[in-house]
Structures are given as structure tokens and as C-alpha cells.
């Protein structure tokens, strides 16, 4: 046993351990019609993420480890809003809500029913809409 094993988390985690979630990426201005189209059919889900904040990166890890729905239930798309600025400004405006990062929002029928930034954003709220 070493010096360092003793901080080690008694939960440690293999690749077994840790959930795929079935993201798809945002990169385009040009998905936002998909995602309006696809939103009649199915709920849509967006997660906008900021690749250097500390928040949004632990944000992310709570949503992936408690994420349980099937792929046929919701799509995920992920937004890297500092890769994609544009992306990011014309969600916002579209869907009618403040940029916020991280941030979550729900589309069903064209339109916004539900968005959460920072803490308040749950996994277990996708079920709601489904």
C-alpha cells in the first residue's frame, strides 16, 4: 500500500463502471431546423458546456452519471459553446433563453419547456418530458 492509496476514493471507477450517454454533437447552425423538426417527434435535449470551467465540467460528469433513458426516448445534443460561439448566441435566440453555461434546456414542439443552468441542472428532469 502506498503513501497516496489512502486518498484514493473508496468508489473508484473502471470504463466498465461509467454510462455511454448517446451524445450528438451541436456544431452547426444548420442543425437547429433539424432539432426544430425532430423536437415534434420526440424530445430534444441540449446541453451547452464550456470546455475550460470547472463548474461546467463537474455539472457534466453529475448529468452523465445519473442519466438513465433510452436513446428511442430523448436525443442529446452537447454544445461545446466556446467551439461554436455562433451556435451557442442562436440557440439562445431561437429557443428564447439568457445564455447560460453549463446549461440545459428541453425542446418538444419547436419550443422551450424547460431549461436549467449550473446546479440545477438533473438528468432525472428529462423523464418529466418524455
Not at 461546467?56 to 436513446?71: I, K, N, T
Amino acid at each position: 500500500m502506498g503513501f497516496f492509496d489512502k486518498f484514493k476514493s473508496q468508489h473508484n471507477t473502471t470504463k466498465e463502471d461509467v454510462k455511454k450517454v448517446p451524445w450528438h454533437r451541436l456544431t452547426s447552425l444548420d442543425q437547429l431546423a433539424t432539432i426544430t423538426e425532430e423536437s415534434k417527434s420526440k424530445p430534444i435535449a441540449i446541453f451547452k458546456h464550456s470546455t475550460r470551467c470547472g463548474i461546467s465540467r463537474m455539472v457534466l460528469r453529475q448529468f452523465e452519471g445519473s442519466y438513465s433513458l433510452e436513446d428511442e426516448k430523448i436525443k442529446l445534443y452537447f454544445l461545446d459553446l466556446l467551439n461554436h460561439r455562433d451556435v451557442s448566441d442562436e440557440v439562445g435566440y431561437k429557443f428564447q433563453v439568457i445564455h447560460q453555461s453549463p446549461q440545459l434546456l428541453i425542446i418538444k414542439d419547436g419550443n422551450t419547456v424547460h431549461h436549467a443552468s449550473h446546479h440545477s441542472i438533473d438528468a432525472s428532469v428529462l423523464e418529466k418530458f418524455v
